[in-house]
Structure formats: C-alpha cells, structure tokens
C-alpha cells in the first residue's frame, strides 16, 4: 500500500494541534507563557529559538508529558489539556535515538505496533513499508550496533511512524549527529514528511535547519512566540530587533529617527543621513535601529559614491565573496555573489557602499537584542 498524502485530505480544516494560551511554570519561571499556535494537517512546523527558550516545554505540551497550568491543548479538533500522554495520538522522536541495543531493527519497530496488536503478515507490511519510507528497506535483521548513527535516527523515525501517529514530534533529532550527515538526514526528513503527509512538529536552535525544512516556522524566547510565519516571512519581515538578529545575519545600525514619508524613514546615524522602510509605525526622534542584510549591502566601485568603507576582510565563498567593510567606526558584512566578469576586490581597498530604502527595515531601537 502507498500512503499518499490524500488519506490525510479529510482532516485539513481541522487543525491537527492548536496551543490556545498555554503556560507551563515551573515555580516562579514560565517556561512556556501564554504560547498560542496552530499547526494545519500535513504541515512541517517548526519552533525555533536559542537555549531555554521553551521549545521543549512546548512539544511537551502537544506530546501530553506537561499538563498546562493555563490554557487549552487541541489534537484534531479535541481538547486533550487534561489527557495523559498516551491518550494522545502522538509520537515524539529525541535526540538520542533510544533504541533497543539487544533488538533486531524489525524488533524494535515491532515493539511499538504490538502494543497496539497488529500482528502477522500486516505487521509485516507496515514495518517494511515504513523502512522504505526511511531509506532502510531490507535492514529488517541488523543490530542497533550495525548501523551509523544517521540510520539509527532513521529506524527510531520509523518507528515513530509506524502506527501512523496525527502529530509526529521532533525534538533537535539531528543535532547528535556530525554536520556532514545532519545535511543527509535534513534532506531525507523533508522528503519523509512530504512523502507521508504526516503533520510533523520539529523544535530547533538551528536557523538553517529551520528556514530550509519548514512550511511555518515560530520563533519562540523567554517562553514566548515572537512571530510565526513561513520561511520567507521571518526572514524578509521580521516581527522585531530579536527576530531579525536571530534568523540570517544582519547588519544593524542605530540612530535617530529625522523624517517620515508614508512607510520610509531617514534616519541619522554615525555614517550620515541613511533611508530605510519602517517595520512598525515609529515617530520622528526615536531611538531606531536599521537592518541591512548582507546581500543587501551594494559595493560601488566609482569614486565619488558615499558613504565610504576600506575592507577589511575578503573571504571567498565560491559562490560569492563575503567583505567586512570599516567605514568610520562601523563594521558592515556584505556579500557579493559571482557574477561573470566580476573580480573580488581585495583587503585595504577603498570603496563605496548602498543599499535601496526599501530593503533596510527600520526597528524601533528597543525591541530587544541579540
Ligand atoms: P529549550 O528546549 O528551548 O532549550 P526548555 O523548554 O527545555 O527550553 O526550558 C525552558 C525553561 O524552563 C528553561 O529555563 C529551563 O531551565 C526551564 N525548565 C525546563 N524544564 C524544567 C523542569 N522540569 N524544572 C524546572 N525548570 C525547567
Ligand atoms: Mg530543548
């Protein structure tokens, strides 16, 4: 049997979990506050943020492992905030792969769907389709030990994926493994939760991870959601200061508000008179910040365009050449990407430098920090 996405159509209006306010304290602290979101069916969602953000405490909250003190847990339409774990039809898959040492790969995925008492030839089936699904088909027989750590993450995915769960949970799953293999499994991740339909809730420290995997990301601190939006979304429009230093890099340059037109501003800063397009209403003499994004960041090479920078630093990319510039007592990251004909300029050359209004956000300067 194909699983195809389809089988999971019926339940598209319905979100496969909902978080209507939810707080987890723990004594005073409020490890999860007043979190609200809302993953649709067949979704890849992801809550990103660095560590001690809640993103734990959150999938604990889907996963029923926490009870929250406030607010509601929905799975499906249905408020589970009082159901214990395993009334909940939900698989979460940790770090560290948790497989049986002693148990064959067929053993150990086994093992979930007895308790459910699928047996024979329809154990079978499902065990070797979910194989296929992780790349792993005909392993059935090896040991835990026999396999590279990637592929024992993948028979814990399997296993996780067997019975077919509404809501699969993934906490950091790829980050005990080396960066080579974390790029592989990412792809193979994607890939599973598009081949399957599953509604798959992925938490992650990683940006990267979470800008390329993602249909909607949240990005969560201090137990809170900051902003939930698709990649493209929190990386064009951050919501905040902290948003747009957390995900991609940046350049920020604070100064004064002097002039407002409609959603673009100047602004005074120690490089002179700057233009940028306002992320939130903002009145003249605030204490602003602009963002430029480093491929943003324009090199020109006539003499006469101002402001004026010396680079510091080329480091070549391949794809591209990554400067820092100095101009006066400011540091700018700018990427050039290759194009044809173009030469990287070289460390101590001087050069001027721009960027078009619209592609610099101006944040209020007390939206938080790194
Ligand atoms: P993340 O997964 O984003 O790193 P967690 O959800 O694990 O963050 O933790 C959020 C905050 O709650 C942290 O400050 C953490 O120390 C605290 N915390 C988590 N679990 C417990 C617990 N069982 N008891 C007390 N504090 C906890
Ligand atoms: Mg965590």
Redesign the pocket.
């Known amino acids: 049997m194909v699983w195809t996405k389809d089988m999971n159509s019926g339940a598209q209006q319905i979100p496969a979990v909902e978080l209507i306010g939810a707080t987890k304290r ?2 005073a ?1 409020r ?2 506050d007043s979190v609200s979101l809302r993953v649709e069916a067949g979704e890849f969602f992801t809550i990103l ?1 660095s ?8 999938l604990r909250l889907i996963g029923g492992f926490e009870l929250p003190d406030e607010g509601r847990v929905l799975i499906n339409g249905r408020d589970v905030s009082k159901d214990p774990a395993h009334r909940r039809n939900v698989h979460t898959v940790f770090q560290d792969y948790a497989l049986f040492p002693h148990l064959t790969v067929y053993e150990n995925i086994a093992f979930a769907c007895h308790l459910k008492g699928v047996r024979g030839g329809a154990l079978r089936e499902r065990i070797s389709n979910a194989l296929d699904l992780v790349q792993l088909g005909g392993y059935e027989k090896r040991k835990p030990s026999e396999l590279s750590g990637g592929q024992q993450q993948r028979v814990a995915l399997a296993r996780a994926i067997v019975d077919r769960p509404a809501v699969l949970l993934l906490d950091e799953p790829l980050s005990a493994l080396d960066a080579k293999i974390r790029g592989e499994v990412r792809e193979e991740l994607k890939l599973l939760q598009r081949n399957t339909g599953l509604t798959f809730v992925y ?1 992650t420290h990683d940006q990267e991870e979470a800008l390329t995997m993602s249909d909607r990301v949240a990005v ?1 601190r201090g ?1 809170r959601v900051l902003q939930i939006g698709s990649p493209i979304e929190i990386y064009e429009r951050p919501a905040d200061l902290f948003v747009a230093s957390f995900i991609g890099k940046a350049n920020f340059l604070s100064g004064t508000l002097r002039a407002v037109e409609a959603d673009r501003g100047t602004v005074e800063t120690a490089v002179g008179r700057v233009e940028g397009c306002l992320a939130a209403a903002a009145s003249v003499g605030a204490a602003v910040s602009i963002m430029i994004r480093p491929e943003n960041l324009r090199l020109r090479r006539e003499a006469d365009s101002a402001p004026r920078a010396v680079i510091r630093q080329a480091s070549y990319l391949g794809h591209g050449t990554e400067y820092l510039l100095h101009s006066g007592e400011l540091v700018f990251r700018c990427l050039e990407l290759r194009r044809r004909g173009s030469t990287p300029l070289r460390e101590g050359v001087e050069i001027g430098y721009e960027w078009n209004w619209d592609e610099a956000l101006i944040f209020a300067a007390d939206g938080g920090g790194p």
């Open positions: 723990y004594g602290l490890a999860a943020g560590s001690g953000s809640g993103k734990t405490t959150t938490v969560m137990g």
